[in-house]
Every structure is written in C-alpha cells, then in structure tokens.
C-alpha cells in the first residue's frame, strides 16, 4: 500500500546532540515533501518543504532536510538540537489526484530533548 | 492574510451523542477543505476532502460524515459517537501544495 513510514516513534537527545529522523514514502511520480511540527499544547506548524530544485532544503530553527529520489526518501536533520526542539515531528508527502492535492502523514516522531 | 479557524477546542461527548466539528476559513476562496484525525500512536489520517462546495470525499470508511454547505465551512458530523472516535481532530485547507491548518479539537468519547 502506498504509504510515509518514519521509523522512529520516539527518540530521546541530549542538548547539542545530532538528530536525524528517517522518512520514506512509496509513491511513484511527482511528489510535494513536507516536514511539521507540533509543540506540545500547539498547532502544527511548518518546518519546511521541497518541490523541486535543489534537493537540501533548509527550514526553520536551523532544520534541513534531504530529498533522494532514489531512495524515495525525506530526512530531517538538525546539528545540535536544544530542549525547546521537544516536540512531535510529522513527514508528509502532498500528491495532486483527482484534481486536488492530498497530503497523506506519516506516523510521528515524539523527540524529547533533555537539557 | 488568510487565517482557519477550528471549533470547539476540547469536547467531551459520551457514547451515543451526536457531533458537530466546524471549521471555516477566511481571507482566500474556493479552498480546498480537508479532515484529519490524529489517534494516539497513529500519526495523522486524512478523513475527507472537498475541492468545493457539496463535492465530499471519503478516505476511510467510518462513523463519520462531513458537509461542505457553504464555500468556506467545513463541517465534521456524526449521529451517533462510538468510543473509538476519541481523537484530535484537524482541518486543513490548501490552494495548492502547501496546506495551513486550524488549531485542531481534541475529542473525548466516554
């Protein structure tokens, strides 16, 4: 089934850690990728996202992203995360069909940074 | 600039109760209008869409209907709540690629 697959369900950092969280999806063709977050007791809101061109998109909060087509993936990486990055990080894949544009999720990621 | 807006915030209903979501949007027209339900440990589902007024898509088969009678209102129903639709319920609305989303309703089933 097609379908965004984010491995990690829950990660736990350190302040000034690495983070990379992975995302795949299995939809052929032209894709829209988009990373979100929700802060705890807040909306979702965007990271960033990629519709074509370079394939390192950089976001908000110092997050980028890669785009490889070959291995239909998204992941989201940030060098040195900080306790105010706690939060639930969702992949999202956006397809045009039937005339409109249908933004299929992920399953999450809870990250919760330790200061 | 456009803004969504979401209603009520919190909602406790106990089993058998009807339910009314509603959502509008401001400042664009003609949107597209989608539903989302996030259930613990399951990321966000997408439960209708509507690229215009009357026009309703289904993504999964459930308890729940939704309605799109004017350009810009969405309405998420049922007639009666089961307990597994407990949830946090999100509306969305897009242009084109990017979609912007309402502050969601956390919903209760007891």
């Known amino acids: 089934a097609q379908s965004v697959s984010q491995h990690n369900h829950h990660v736990i950092l350190s302040e000034a850690a690495s983070l990379e969280l992975g995302c795949n999806y299995s939809?052929?063709?032209?894709?829209?990728l988009f990373w979100y977050v929700q802060y705890p007791g807040q909306h979702l809101q965007l990271l960033l996202k990629y519709f074509s061109g370079d394939p390192l998109v950089k976001g908000i909060k110092g997050f980028e992203a890669e785009f490889i087509k070959s291995k239909f993936s998204f992941n989201l990486r940030k060098p040195s995360v900080q306790w105010s990055d706690t939060a639930e990080y969702f992949c999202a894949v956006n397809r045009r069909l039937s005339g409109t544009y249908k933004y299929i999720f992920g399953t999450g990621t809870r990250l919760k940074v330790l200061a | 600039s456009q803004t969504i807006h979401q209603w009520p915030a919190t909602l406790v209903q106990p089993v058998g109760s009807p339910l009314s979501l509603e959502c509008t949007v401001e400042?664009?027209?003609?949107?597209?209008l989608y539903w989302y339900r996030q259930a613990a440990g399951r990321g966000l589902q997408l439960l209708f869409y509507?690229?215009?007024?009357?026009?309703i898509s289904s993504e999964v088969p459930q308890n729940l209907s939704a309605s799109r009678p004017q350009d810009r209102q969405f309405i998420l129903s049922s007639k009666k709540l089961l307990l597994s639709d407990s949830g946090f319920y999100l509306c969305?609305?897009?242009?084109?690629?990017?979609?912007?989303f309402g502050q969601g309703t956390r919903l209760t089933v007891v």
């Open positions: 969305a609305w897009s242009w084109t690629e990017e979609a912007f």
């Open positions: 400042g664009t027209s003609n949107p597209n």
């Open positions: 509507s690229v215009g007024i009357g026009q």
């Open positions: 939809y052929g063709g032209t894709v829209n």
